[in-house]
Every structure is written in C-alpha cells, then in structure tokens.
C-alpha cells in the first residue's frame, strides 16, 4: 500500500478515522485474543470493528 500510493497519502488515509491513526498491532491481536477465547462464546452473527472508527467498513 505504502508502495503504491506513498507514505503521505497513507498519513492522510490514517487522518479519515475518528482516532486519526492507523491501529497498532497490539490493538489487532487483542481483538484476535478474545475471538479465539472462550470469552466470546455467547457472541452470535456480530461484526466487530477493530477499525478506529473507518468511515469505510464493509466497503
């Protein structure tokens, strides 16, 4: 991505969601931790967002 577009059209791409930057990987793999765990076992046909606020989900 980085290649294609360059860096400063990925820094204005991180600006459009509501936290103003891009995620960081520990934000993801706790997000992944718990879809593995036992804790999400009374979660059913739900969509979760580990996005920031993207205005762009399911684009």
Known sequence: ?????????????????????????????ASVAFLVSGARSYYTGQVLCPNGGDPIVGI
Request: proline share 3%; charged share 25%.
């Open 1 to 29: 991505m980085t290649e294609f577009h360059g860096m400063d059209a990925i820094v204005e791409e991180a600006g459009w969601n509501l936290m103003n930057r891009w995620a960081e990987p520990q934000e993801i793999a």
